[in-house]
């Protein structure tokens, strides 16, 4: 388990900083949404791996991190891929706004 | 008291800036009654100081670090608040005549009370961290007050000059007094005080020193930092008179009175105080006789007078302390009220030239008069309180303090500098007030309103009355702050204004008829001379000022921008990845990090599989992203699937739901986005044509990125490898129900637990969404994503081409079944979003989940059937949403305090609804009841306002045609 996603984490980080370096703004977008799954990924296995594991306590009931899963990972990861989709949104509207200035979709605004 | 001592004027600075412009003369009644009440402020607590008590204030802010907020008054201290609100008062009364009704006058009022507040902060600082935040204060005020007249290019150097000069020294001074801190272990001036021994002798402290002295010595306009006050003196003369003559060029010297007992008292103080201090009494004062303007005259004056006191600081005697403490206070009577009148003549005649001016004495006897009671008290004649503090001076330059040359020239160097002194105070009063009338002067002069006289009728009065009878004026002042300073060490000393016939006396004598015979012998010469002393004219220190400012702040900074930085984004991206790559990778390295033995145990082969095709997704993705972008979006998509599948596989189900409704708000979104980016040609990817320098290029990005996934790889793998350690969510999960009442933990985090953070968050996607929806109202497509996408073209021209269709047919049959269905969408998603809503708090779903999936209601219903449709049938009002969100979640925080609470306290409590049986009803609901509405209003606001840029195109493409028709034609 725990290989298989570290291996993906892997896979998702090097192809979204590969993208992060490339000239055109599009490619920087697609490398930021994919550097960010994996960087969510990443916050949420420091809670380590469970399956099966019950996410929500019984009605009154306490729970513990050997019976139930980490929340605080969960709740980080949670809000990020919010942020992180208001920032996609963002980087988006300045790409088109910056290619409707410059003409071009290169990240410097000219070729 | 002391706390509304230091508020009042910052309050009524903020207050007179709403002043209108044009109601110049309320600003200047309402600062004229802050300063009144300050004045009586100081006035009351002179009985509690005068008894030897010392008045503290404390606010704790940050007692850890010793951070309090407080402030101190003892006698000393009083007595610099007393010429501050005073002298403050009366050039508030002298500015209301000076300033013209076309300047913005209530800006001007508004700065100098925030001046006053500043340097009444200085003064009864009581932490020294505190004194410094003040005197960088004073730095930037009045920065801003030099440069009042910002049209005028004199004005904005002179301004930005002050404020290079001395705030560099405020810097220094800064990191000196923290080292203070750090040698005493506190930051309390009382604490400071009591240990001067330990500072004396402690290693730092010649460091310590010269970086205090760096501070004082820039802002007391002492040699060789003494060029920018004359430059300063393009402020307007109400500035300079409060400014650069009683209060902020005073600063220094408060300062080094101030740790005089703690600093004092060694050689490097007497080598470089006394050093400072005497070249900057004879030099200022050789300069001031030879200066045509009024005020530069006074200027250079004024930092010989500083010069005078420092050297009596650097002498290291309590008696030389006192007389310091003295010639201070005198300095500022007669210096501000010279200052006035230097305004007067000014305004009355339109030019400060001296050989222009002269015998004004005729059209203003008493502004003449006054200025000259004044200038005599400058020049030390006897009966007058600038003779007093000056045989004191005389007094202790006889004395031998030390040994060494410095100490032995210091009597003949102080009997030349107030030769000079009584010879540029002659001309001053001579050159202007008498000789031949004056012609073709810009204005005719006159006596100025009787008002705009009275500060300096009264200042001057005050120098009189000093000079005759100290004893009883200022005698217990004076000893007052005398006492608060040298405490047991005050010595005996006499404000007798006859000592009886003794050396003071005669140097007193030597420098008044020196003065006279050296003025007889110069006065042709400067009656027409150039500006500026003869030999030094070539030696400016502004000249090397700018000099070095142009090669630190343009030739250097130049430099290291063209050598060290770029404008271009990728390589700035390289260096940062790598950046962050490194201090990733060698605390790692240095700490002996061994990636865990990788094992194939327990490998569920689905879960491989799945990655598998996450892992094909993510390297398709990147490889696609240049030339079709479309799969790069589909490939995207997918990846994003893996990873919400990924969560609920490992019991992660909010985030699971949460992750699956962003992947498809986010497709939807860049689709809408793709529709404005250009379409790009397969270009030929032919290897042979690439350049070699773009295949390394490649090649080292490859590398960095490999490296990077290489790296997060070993590091997630090694970390979840490991046994949990207790972290701090066995306390969440212990207390999420019987504290926040739900049994969802990671929801009760968010909006009980954690909800401040969560709080801020939505307020960043609202920030975010409003940005978006600013930056597209006025967005410009690029010049070929104007026309209608293929598509639709082909469509329009099918349309035209059939005569029994009308244009437009096509595109609303297009997909003509699924947007029925999506149309009856709308309730079963409304129905969704509030069972994920409610459940939130005990099962997975919550705010976040229900308003993106509510927006992806709305969504569905602008692609099933087109902007208009929907808008013509829903109430569509995103802004709304989004405001009444935040309003909602932030009264539910506040709710709390009126149960007394902290803000943000949930309650919880289940209640029981008919039908849909038993709730939970934390107010936590409410809140999330906030955050759904602002996430819904959020993405339904970017969503639709990247869509509505296809309505709008139409209008910007006539405008285009328009355009290229006017042109042909």
């Known amino acids: ?111 | 008291m002391l706390l509304i001592l230091t508020l009042a004027p910052f309050a009524g600075s903020l207050a007179a800036i709403v002043f209108p412009s044009d109601k110049s003369t309320a600003a200047a009644w309402f600062s004229g009654v802050v300063a009144l009440l300050c004045l009586l402020l100081v006035a009351g607590l002179y009985p509690f100081v005068a008894s030897g008590g010392v008045l503290r204030y404390e606010l704790r802010w940050l007692p850890e670090l010793g951070l309090n907020i407080t402030l101190r008054m003892d006698g000393f201290a009083w007595m610099f608040a007393g010429v501050i609100t005073a002298i403050g008062l009366l050039v508030v009364v002298y500015a209301r005549y000076y300033m013209s009704a076309s300047d913005p006058v209530p800006r001007f009022f508004s700065l100098f009370l925030a001046f006053m507040g500043a340097m009444l902060g200085i003064v009864l600082s009581g932490n020294i961290i505190q004194l410094a935040i003040f005197w960088e204060l004073t730095s930037i005020v009045s920065f801003l007050l030099i440069g009042y007249w910002h049209h005028n290019a004199h004005a904005r150097d002179g301004a930005r000059m002050a404020l290079t000069v001395t705030g560099t020294g405020g810097l220094c001074m800064f990191v000196g007094l923290m080292l203070i801190g750090h040698i005493v272990g506190s930051y309390d001036l009382d604490a400071v005080l009591s240990s001067g021994n330990v500072i004396r002798e402690h290693p730092l402290y010649t460091t310590v020193l010269i970086l205090i002295l760096l501070g004082a010595l820039t802002k007391s306009a002492q040699f060789p930092f003494h060029f920018w006050l004359p430059h300063a003196m393009s402020a307007p003369t109400p500035v300079s008179a409060y400014l650069h003559s009683a209060t902020l060029v005073k600063a220094g010297v408060f300062l080094l009175i101030r740790l005089w007992p703690v600093m004092a008292g060694t050689d490097a103080w007497f080598w470089i105080v006394g050093c400072a201090g005497l070249t900057t009494l004879l030099l200022g004062a050789y300069f001031a006789i030879f200066q045509q303007d009024l005020k530069g005259l006074l200027a250079y004056s004024t930092i010989s007078h500083l010069g005078l006191i420092t050297v009596l600081l650097s002498l290291g005697s309590p008696l030389a302390a006192v007389a310091a403490i003295f010639h201070t206070l005198n300095h500022a009577t007669f210096k501000a009220s010279l200052f006035m009148a230097a305004g007067i003549i000014d305004h009355e005649t339109g030019t400060r030239d001296m050989r222009r001016l002269s015998g004004l004495f005729r059209h203003m006897p008493i502004t003449a008069t006054l200025a000259m009671v004044a200038s005599a008290a400058m020049a030390g004649v006897p009966l007058l309180n600038g003779f007093l503090s000056k045989e004191m001076f005389f007094a202790e330059a006889i004395e031998t303090h030390k040994y060494n040359i410095l100490d032995t020239i210091t009597p003949y160097v102080a009997t030349l500098a107030s030769m000079f002194a009584v010879t540029y105070s002659l001309r001053f009063i001579h050159s202007v007030f008498f000789g031949p009338p004056p012609h073709d002067l810009p204005k005719i002069p006159h006596e100025p309103p009787h008002w705009m006289r009275a500060p300096i009728e009264f200042l001057v009065l005050a120098c009189l009355v000093v000079g005759v009878i100290p004893t009883l004026t200022i005698g217990p002042f004076l000893h007052t702050a005398v006492q608060s300073v040298l405490g047991d060490a005050t010595p005996v000393y006499s404000l007798a204004v006859w000592h009886g016939w003794n050396l003071p006396l005669a140097m007193s004598l030597v420098a008044l008829i020196g003065g006279v015979i050296l003025f007889l012998l110069m006065k042709t010469y400067l009656a027409t001379s150039v500006e500026g002393p003869p030999f030094f004219r070539r030696l400016e220190g502004q000249r090397i000022f700018e000099r070095v400012l142009v090669t630190l702040s343009w030739k250097w900074a130049r430099w290291l921008e063209r050598t060290a930085s770029s404008r271009r984004l990728q390589p700035q991206m390289r260096i940062l990845v790598f950046i962050a790559f490194a201090a990733g990778a060698i605390p790692l390295f240095l700490q002996g990090f061994k990636p865990a033995a990788i094992a194939l145990r327990s490998v569920d082969p689905a879960f491989a599989l799945l990655w598998f095709i996450g892992m094909i997704c993510a390297v398709g993705a990147a490889y696609q992203a240049k030339f079709h972008r479309l799969a790069a979006l589909v490939l995207l998509g997918g990846a994003g699937l893996v990873t919400c599948i990924t969560f609920v596989w490992l019991s992660a189900p909010d985030l699971a739901v949460t992750q699956l409704l962003v992947e498809i708000v986010t497709t939807v979104l860049i689709l809408l986005g793709l529709r404005w980016l250009p379409k790009r040609i397969e270009d030929s990817n032919d290897p042979e044509l690439m350049d070699f320098s773009v295949r390394m290029r490649r090649l080292r990005d490859l590398a960095l990125a490999l490296a990077c996934g290489v790296g997060m790889m070993l590091v997630s793998y090694t970390v979840m490898t490991r046994n949990v350690p207790d972290t701090i969510s066995s306390y969440f999960l212990e207390r999420a129900y019987s504290e926040g009442g739900g049994t969802n933990v990671v929801n009760v985090i968010l909006v009980d637990f954690r909800g401040f953070d969560t709080f801020g968050e939505i307020a960043v996607l609202c920030i975010v969404a409003l940005t978006v929806f600013s930056l597209l109202l006025r967005f410009r497509p690029a010049a070929e994503s104007l026309e209608k996408p293929e598509q639709q073209r082909i469509q329009n021209a099918f349309d035209d081409d059939h005569p029994d269709r009308k244009k437009g047919d096509s595109i609303a049959e297009y997909l003509l079944v699924p947007s029925v269905i999506m149309r009856w969408m709308f309730p079963v998603i409304g129905m969704l979003t509030a069972f994920l809503f409610f459940r939130g708090h005990d099962l997975p779903g919550g705010g976040f989940a229900a308003g993106i999936a509510m927006s992806i209601a709305f969504i569905l219903q602008y692609m099933a059937g087109g902007t208009r449709w929907v808008e013509e049938r829903l109430r569509i009002h995103p802004l709304r949403w989004m405001s009444i969100g935040l309003l909602v979640a932030m009264a539910t925080g506040l709710g709390s305090f009126f149960f007394g609470y902290p803000f943000l306290t949930s309650h919880a409590q289940y209640a029981s609804l008919p039908i849909l049986g038993k709730i939970p009803l934390a107010t936590a609901i409410l809140f999330d009841l906030g955050v759904f509405s602002l996430v819904l209003g959020a993405t339904v606001l970017i969503l639709i306002a990247l869509a509505h840029q296809s309505v709008r195109s139409p209008r910007a493409q006539i405008k285009a045609a328009r355009a290229a028709a006017k042109e042909t034609v």
Do not use: K
Not at chain 1, 42 to 49: K, S
């Open chain 1, 1 to 111: 388990m725990e290989l298989v996603l570290s291996a993906g984490i892997g896979v998702l980080t090097a192809s979204g900083v590969w993208l992060l370096f490339r000239p055109r703004t599009y490619q920087v977008i697609i490398g930021l949404s994919l550097l960010s799954y994996a960087v969510n990924l990443f916050i949420f296995g420091m809670g380590r791996l469970r399956v099966n594991a019950p996410p929500v306590l019984e009605p009154g009931g306490v729970g513990g991190l050997l019976t139930h899963t980490d929340p605080i990972p969960q709740a980080l990861v949670l809000t990020a891929i919010v942020i992180g989709f208001a920032m996609t949104a963002l980087f988006l509207v300045v790409l088109l706004a910056s290619r409707g200035f410059t003409g071009t979709d290169h990240v410097d605004g000219r070729e």
